[in-house]
């Protein structure tokens, strides 16, 4: 290999590693302001003061405030920490269920595979935002029926990945060695499987959170998530839109929020990714 050649690669690695560094620290930084809500926020998120309704921005009031006189800056930092965290809920819920189901899958296979999977494809058929809106609408509303529904028609993808993944590994030496030397089958697909098909499972589950972020937020938008008034992002700007032509801040406000938190987000999940690629590491 080239010095040229050498030298780029270890340019682009170290590039990779200052994106994963920057991108970590402020997805961080947004996980920290989540926990630390209530004392970051310096108002009562939903206290009212009906003489200061629909205040512009100032120095008192940062972000202005809304219909009802309660400080935008305190309810969107409030609202980071429903939003988040259940966005974060919700991505562990579908990644931890798609993974048993296509390790389970892709392992034993038979009728236990063509049944579930095929319940993967009925999922897989619908409009994911449409069927997550239909289920939603059922279970009747409320952030915990959102998530519900987006864990429903989110799974399969983490399944099918899953499943292709134990499928490669079982047949590998290893597995037979294990399968010898005594293994259970449990014991094979926690300490074997598990650990050699994780990596792109976690990929794929960084790159997800902030489109599970949006979608949850439109749900709430929607009227399918979170209700008024409690603080969430997708709830704050459906319950304000109309005062977008006379109070912009107060809509604007929370959008702005989801805007950055996706970004960084989704900037995060694309440096994993570059990071877990064995070319961007010069391997």
């Not at 296509?102 to 009728?111: D, H, L, M, P, Y």
């Not at 999977?117 to 959102?146: E, H, K, T, W, Y």
């Not at 459906?238 to 959008?255: C, E, F, K, N, Q």
């Amino acid at each position: 290999m080239s010095e040229a050649k050498i030298r780029k690669q270890k340019i682009k690695k170290d590039s990779v590693k200052m994106r994963l560094v920057i991108f970590g620290t402020l997805a961080l930084l947004l996980l920290l302001a989540s926990i630390f809500a209530e004392q970051l926020a310096h108002c009562d998120p939903y206290l009212q003061d009906l003489s200061n309704a629909k205040a512009a921005p100032s120095m008192a009031h940062w972000l202005g405030t809304d219909r009802y006189g309660r400080d935008m800056l305190s309810r969107v930092i409030a609202g980071s920490r429903t939003s988040i965290y259940s966005t974060l809920l919700l991505v562990a819920i579908v990644t931890v269920t798609g993974t048993a189901v296509g390790t389970v899958c892709g392992f034993w296979g038979g009728w236990v595979d063509t049944v579930l999977m095929r319940i993967s494809d009925i999922f897989l058929a619908f409009p994911g935002l449409v069927f997550a809106m239909a289920v939603a609408g059922v279970l009747g509303g409320g952030l915990q029926n959102a998530i519900i529904a987006l864990a429903a028609i989110s799974w399969p993808k983490y399944a099918r990945i899953a499943r292709s993944r134990t499928l490669t590994e079982k047949e590998a030496p290893y597995i037979r060695a294990a399968r010898l030397a005594g293994c259970s089958t449990p014991a094979i697909i926690l300490r074997h499987i598990l650990p050699n098909i994780i990596g792109p499972i976690l990929v794929t589950a960084m790159l997800d959170i902030g489109t599970m972020m949006m979608e949850l937020a439109g749900l709430s938008f929607l009227g399918l998530g979170a209700k008024p008034p409690a603080a969430e992002w997708g709830s704050m700007m459906s319950d304000t839109r109309s005062l977008l032509p006379t109070a912009p801040w107060v809509t604007l406000s929370p959008g702005v929020a989801i805007f950055i938190s996706v970004m960084i987000f989704n900037l995060l999940g694309d440096t994993v990714r570059d990071w877990a690629d064995p070319k961007s590491r010069g391997r």
